[in-house]
Nanobody, 121 residues
Framework: QVQLVESGGELVQPGGSLRLSCAASGRIRVINAMGWYRQAPGKERELVASITLGGITNYGDSVKGRFTISRDNAKNMLYLQMNSLKPEDTAVYYC???????????????WGHGTQVTVSS
């Protein structure tokens, strides 16, 4: 009923920048909070950044000052601008959204399939 598709992940050198995008589609009435999570091999999935419908943001400690989350509510898009990338940022990045679909009384949580970000020289 709702699809989240991430794009923009690739191999980048340390100190470089990337911009991730997440496109939401389907029977969407409204998207509440959206967020980016990441999971590195052998590690738990962790919050990178989140943003409310009204634009209030929250960042994981390891990315504060380097990453910026934003959204375009009219286009149902989520973005993550990543600057000063480090090897430890290497992970699969997942888009997450709390979505109210048409004719549903409550929101549901949806995940994308992820996009690989590799930071290496």
């Amino acid at each position: 009923q709702v699809q989240l598709v991430e794009s923009g992940g690739e191999l980048v050198q340390p100190g470089g920048s990337l911009r991730l995008s997440c496109a939401a589609s389907g029977r969407i009435r409204v998207i509440n909070a959206m967020g980016w999570y990441r999971q590195a091999p052998g590690k738990e999935r962790e919050l990178v950044a989140s943003i409310t419908l009204g634009g209030i943001t929250n960042y994981g400690d390891s990315v504060k000052g380097r990453f910026t989350i934003s959204r375009d509510n009219a286009k149902n898009m989520l973005y993550l601008q990543m600057n000063s990338l480090k090897p430890e940022d290497t992970a699969v990045y997942y888009c997450n959204a709390e979505v109210v679909i048409y004719f549903a009384p409550f929101p549901n949580n949806y995940w994308g399939h992820g996009t690989q970000v590799t930071v290496s020289s």
